[in-house]
């Protein structure tokens, strides 16, 4: 069955600082990827996803994303941080009729 | 234009009491799904719903937990005899369609307690 880990519960980085999110799927065909973002008190918002064709995907608010078959990831990025991307993250992958979702990574920017 | 919206945001219960709470869908998307966020975890898929019709009610933990959207538009997912464990942000989220390349939007979320 489709799934997805993220190993890091929690992430601080410094505000200006690159950003790395991992996240790891388990599917046997090409998956549908999806990264969300969720701030207190907001609904999940869609940043990008990776359906086929270009391996790195561009997204809004200056994130990216990049899959790599041979290493089942598929992690976010972005070149320097500000202090309004401080929330909750979540990879997820699409099932047969839902969104299967990480369990989460939690970002704090440091100023 | 408007997004999903979710109501009540916060519902506080007793157990063993009944519940419902309502999504509304952006307009002229036909599939509209409920998924459950426990705390510290990623959302759950719970039921999906293409039109009128449950497609999928695979997720629902057990029988308390019911949805409905008798209308194609509006849904309400309705909790009986509520548990302690039920407790959680309970997610709505709408597409166009069921097509992959249609984004699923969400809600805010309605967050229930049970006491």
């Known amino acids: 069955a489709q799934s997805v880990t993220q190993p890091d519960i929690h992430i601080t980085v410094s505000e200006g600082a690159s950003l790395e999110l991992r996240c790891n799927y388990s599917?046997?065909?090409?998956?549908?990827l999806f990264w969300y973002v969720q701030s207190p008190g907001q609904g999940l918002q869609l940043l990008l996803k990776?359906?086929?064709?270009?391996?790195l995907v561009q997204g809004i608010k200056g994130f990216e994303a990049e899959f790599k078959r041979s290493q089942s990831s598929f992690n976010l990025r972005k070149p320097s941080v500000h202090w309004s991307d401080a929330a909750e993250y979540f990879c997820?992958?699409?099932?047969?009729?839902?969104?299967?979702f990480g369990a989460g990574t939690r970002l704090t920017v440091k100023p | 234009g408007a997004g999903v919206s979710q109501t009540p945001s916060n519902k506080v219960t007793e157990k063993g009491k009944y519940v419902e709470l309502r999504c509304d869908p952006i307009?002229?998307?036909?599939?509209l799904y409920w998924y459950r966020q426990s705390l510290g975890q990623g959302p759950e898929f719970l039921i999906y719903?293409?039109?009128?019709?449950?497609?999928?009610d695979s997720g629902l933990p057990n029988d308390r937990f019911f949805a409905v959207r008798p209308e194609g538009s509006v849904s309400t997912l309705k909790i009986q005899r509520t548990e302690r464990g039920d407790s959680a942000v309970y997610l709505c989220?709408?597409?166009?369609?069921?097509?992959?390349?249609?984004?699923?939007?969400f809600g805010p979320g309605t967050r229930l307690t049970v006491l």
């Open positions: 307009s002229g998307h036909t599939a």
């Open positions: 990776y359906f086929s064709g270009d391996t």
């Open positions: 599917y046997g065909a090409t998956p549908y």
């Open positions: 719903f293409q039109g009128t019709g449950a497609a999928d």
């Open positions: 989220a709408s597409s166009l369609t069921k097509r992959s390349a249609d984004t699923q939007y």
């Open positions: 997820a992958v699409e099932g047969n009729n839902d969104m299967r």
